[in-house]
């Protein structure tokens, strides 16, 4: 990768970091929310294709195997940003509990719900996370780091509310 290749990967680095703050200053549903959208952004850049089940699922297996990769994508993505469900009740939206994120919940009453804890701080650290080691694999891999380029000159990024840059 030559120099201004590198200088452009970082400002792109920059610039998504900036992106996944707003999902910190998103409040309750709505940060869960644009944290899903949040992945599926990030694997268009990591796959320098358009959003797709494919890409979504096979980037969270990489860098969030902690989540039912499918499952997310499905209900979690689709559903709420679609439809504002999660089609099973599986998940249980929390911003407290984060010694029981991703582990099922303790169930008063009906036994047959099965639900697991879905913590807020914990999902932005692993959003976090897997940024910063897909940040990493453009450096190390300068293919990827390329491709990265191409899609960020095709589509731009919006963030902080400033438009598309």
Not at 45 to 71: C, I, L
Not at 121 to 131: E, V, W
Request: aromatic share 14%.
């Amino acid at each position: 990768m030559n120099l201004a290749e590198s200088r452009e990967l970082q400002r792109i680095g920059k610039l998504l970091r900036a992106a996944i703050k707003n999902v910190y200053d998103a409040k309750h549903m709505g940060a869960f929310i644009l944290g899903f959208c949040a992945i599926d952004w990030m694997s268009c850049f990591y796959f320098n294709r358009k959003s797709s089940e494919e890409n979504y699922v096979a980037f969270m297996r990489r860098f969030m195997k902690m989540y039912d990769a499918e499952y997310f994508y499905k209900n979690l993505r689709n559903g709420l940003v679609h439809n504002y469900t999660d089609h099973g009740r599986q998940y249980d939206f929390r911003e407290h509990l984060a010694s029981r994120h991703l582990k099922l919940r303790p169930e008063k009453g009906d036994r047959n719900v099965r639900m697991f804890v879905l913590n807020l701080a914990s999902f932005r650290t692993d959003l976090t996370l897997a940024l910063r080691h897909m940040l990493q694999e453009f450096e190390n891999d300068p293919e990827r780091g390329r491709n990265a380029i191409l899609w960020f000159r095709q589509k731009g990024l919006m963030y902080g509310g400033r438009g598309t840059v």
